[in-house]
């Protein structure tokens, strides 16, 4: 079966279509591992605002972990002075539509990522 024929699997809407969520490539162009306890284990069936903000929570948890390894002294995609630019940049945006009127999102928050950002600058800009 190819369809979902309920709901939004985060918020519940019944009207409007559905798309089915995959987590495909992650925010650093890597193909993502079905077995990665970070994979969905399950197909999720979302509407549109919701896939939307689906697609802001992968790319903040993608550059939360390696933010993570960076911080702990392991190989990391952050360590990239270009991939560090581009995370800030993207962190930058997810904030942006987060705080715009009626975007709360079902599966992040504000707060965590101006955490995460902070939590960024704090560190040396890799050259
Ligand atoms: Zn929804």
């Not at 549109?48 to 002294?73: T, W």
Request: glycine share 6%; hydrophobic share 35%; aromatic share 10%.
């Amino acid at each position: 079966m190819d369809s979902w024929n309920e709901s939004c699997q985060a918020c519940g809407a019944g009207n409007g279509p559905l798309t089915k969520f995959s987590l495909g490539k992650d925010f650093f162009g890597r193909p993502y591992d079905r077995l990665s306890p970070l994979s969905d284990q399950s197909p999720k069936w979302y509407c549109a605002p919701c896939s939307m903000h689906k697609n802001l929570q992968r790319d903040f948890r993608d550059i939360y972990d390696e933010f993570d390894k960076l911080r702990a002294g392991h190989i990391s995609e952050l360590a990239k002075g270009d991939e560090f630019r581009r995370a800030s940049l993207r962190l930058q945006e997810i904030l942006t539509m987060l705080s715009a009127p009626q975007q709360q999102s079902p599966f992040l928050s504000g707060y965590d990522v101006t955490l995460l950002m902070e939590r960024l600058n704090t560190l040396t800009m890799p050259v």
